[in-house]
């Protein structure tokens, strides 16, 4: 979501913190801003504008500013409309600039309190009341920035992660971090700090990860960093900077980039976890044994893409392990109460690592008795990943379009490793595992055939660019690729998009269909194609516009009334990845045809760090 890039140095930082935000556009927003002090600390400078980057860039063009320490920041509204006004950083009395990750959930007492204080309040949103606070318990004689923030850290509720200058202690960048992700960057002789070490990596490759609770002094020289008011160390950890991860190369988008990439990242994802016919369990770390080996029920927390993966695993690990799963949105469980049966293993799922939401439950389940914490996930160093008792990471790269591609398959990947390795804990032979297994080695070859068909679901694209709904349908575990299909859709071309499983639509949906309603099925040749078939028979009974992708070997007449991509034959078990393909390049292709932001869809975040 939200971005945040500071930096302290003995340079105009100016240019860095730009370079910065451009690298985390790729994150949502819709504003942008920055405030330096001026080369002697005793002037602040703050330049704001609404929209893309490129806006603020032309705005300090025309009103030149520099500065040799400064923070800056890219808004995804929360609190008050997209606006300059509103947009961060936030400032109070020209002596203090913030900008500020999450919600301040009780900003309203806070602002309430501030304005009877004599407080006047210039914008609308929730952040603004952090920085007066500064100012207020440093005017009320704090020594320094570090104290002043110590001292008001305790008095907000919500997630942030916080970033302040002021004239009176300059030189000086003080970050909290409070369930909201914050990095500091080692440099020489200067140091910064981001939200996303994306940001930094044309000036640094050595980053220090704040933990929750972390308030820290950035100064060009020294860096403290303070946990419960104590002196703390942590680790510093190198990341290669691969600038090929954050272009586009020959491709129009970095979704198509994404979706093309998945064949490799596949590979990545299973390279060391599986031998010749068998799953690795060790890839899962040390603590994976111990507790598979009380597991008999599996829980599945998860938003969005990552949801529609636990619903899928939810077949696999039912049918290969014979072993009952429930899945839950993020945002609902903590607001439940919760029955955890004795054995059950807690499983978050999210691209980022950092999903608020997810993370929430994840912090929920540590108080239920839940057997262990696996998070299944594509950064290493994410707080999702570190608060769980163990991880499997995807191996996906890092995905810069917002709507979720390569992620998405890594996540199943990964999954179908879970299941695997559950299964044969209860009564899986070797030789039914080993088939799997074989199957899985097929599965990077199979995505370069099913991504050889782009052209023909490209010219399939056309039948969708003057259509404002569509229907997707699925049975069994093509159901959940369905209803990723109708997101994929309308995330990125904003056509109204539902799936339903086939065997519904004649409790309710099939009142929809008519012939200005495509309808779009997933037919892999499995136990329940005939099933399908029979609803597809509805559907074309009912003037409705049928497209199906089907396995070639499934029975489908060329002549019939539908149109229709021939995907090759596949494992049973595959079918959920690889159906998932064809349909976020048709999603990608009508929305090209739309004429939309294809990697920055309106209204959307990449990482929603926020509830």
Request: proline share 4%; aromatic share 6%.
């Amino acid at each position: 979501m939200c971005g945040i890039v500071g930096a302290v140095a003995q340079r105009n930082v100016v240019e860095i913190l730009l370079e910065g935000l451009k690298r985390l556009e790729y994150r949502g927003y819709d504003s942008a801003g920055l405030a330096v002090l001026d080369d002697k600390g005793q002037t602040l400078s703050c330049v704001r504008a609404v929209g893309k980057v490129r806006k603020l860039v032309d705005a300090i063009d025309e009103n030149p500013t520099r500065g040799k320490t400064g923070i800056a920041h890219t808004r995804w509204a929360t609190h008050g409309v997209p606006s300059e006004r509103n947009a961060h950083p936030h400032m109070s009395s020209e002596e203090f600039a913030l900008v500020h990750n999450g919600i301040i959930e009780n900003h309203d007492a806070l602002r309430s309190q501030l304005i009877n204080d004599g407080y006047r309040f210039d914008s609308d949103t929730d952040t603004e009341v952090v920085v007066h606070l500064i100012h207020q318990v440093m005017s009320a004689g704090q020594p320094d920035l570090l104290a002043a923030v110590q001292k008001i850290v305790p008095m907000l509720h919500g997630a942030y992660g916080l970033c302040v200058i002021s004239t009176r202690d300059p030189e000086t960048l003080v970050v909290a971090r409070s369930g909201s992700p914050l990095v500091i960057g080692v440099g020489i002789g200067e140091n910064f700090v981001a939200s996303d070490p994306l940001a930094l990596g044309q000036v640094t490759d050595r980053f220090i990860y704040l933990e929750e609770g972390d308030v820290a002094e950035v100064k060009r020289k020294s860096i403290r960093i303070f946990s419960d008011g104590k002196p703390v160390e942590r680790k510093l950890t190198r990341i290669r900077s691969d600038l090929s991860e954050i272009e586009k190369g020959e491709y129009g988008h970095f979704m198509l980039k994404e979706i093309y990439e998945q064949g490799a990242v596949i590979k990545n994802t299973l390279n060391g976890r599986i031998s010749a016919n068998h799953v690795l369990e060790e890839a899962f770390g040390i603590k994976a044994k111990a507790i598979f080996d009380q597991v008999n029920n599996v829980q599945i927390v998860a938003c969005g893409t990552s949801f529609h993966a636990g619903l899928i695993t939810k077949y696999w690990l039912e049918n290969i392990a014979k072993m009952p799963c429930q899945v839950d949105i993020a945002s609902d469980y903590r607001y439940r109460n919760i029955i955890v049966r004795p054995g059950t293993l807690f499983v978050t799922i999210s691209q980022s690592g950092e999903t608020a939401d997810t993370l929430a439950a994840l912090r929920y389940a540590a108080e239920l008795g839940y057997v262990g914490t696996l998070a299944i996930c594509n950064v290493a160093t994410s707080s999702l990943v570190r608060e769980s008792d163990f991880s499997l990471l995807t191996m996906a790269g890092r995905e810069i379009g917002v709507a979720s591609t390569k992620a998405f398959t890594t996540q199943l990947c990964a999954l179908l490793l879970l299941s695997l390795v559950l299964g044969r804990r209860n009564g899986m032979d070797e030789t039914t595992e080993a088939g799997y297994v074989k199957d899985l080695h097929k599965l990077p070859e199979l995505v370069e055939q099913v991504l050889s068909l782009d052209k023909a679901i490209q010219e399939l694209s056309i039948s969708f660019a003057d259509k404002h709904h569509a229907l997707f349908l699925g049975r069994g575990n093509q159901y959940p690729v369905a209803k990723e299909g109708a997101l994929k859709l309308k995330e990125i071309s904003y056509i109204h998009a539902e799936a339903y499983p086939a065997g519904e639509l004649k409790h309710g949906p099939l009142a929809l269909v008519d012939d200005k309603m495509p309808v779009i099925a997933v037919a892999p040749n499995d136990e329940l194609l005939g099933k399908l078939k029979g609803n597809l028979a509805e559907v074309s009974a009912r003037g409705g516009k049928l497209f199906v992708f089907a396995d070639e070997s499934g029975g489908f007449d060329d002549e019939g009334d539908y149109k229709l991509i021939r995907m090759p034959p596949v494992p049973d078990v595959l079918a959920p990845i690889l159906y998932t393909i064809p349909l976020q390049l048709l999603s990608y292709h009508v929305a090209i045809l739309k004429g939309t932001d294809v990697d920055h869809p309106r209204n959307l975040a990449k990482s929603v760090t926020v509830e």
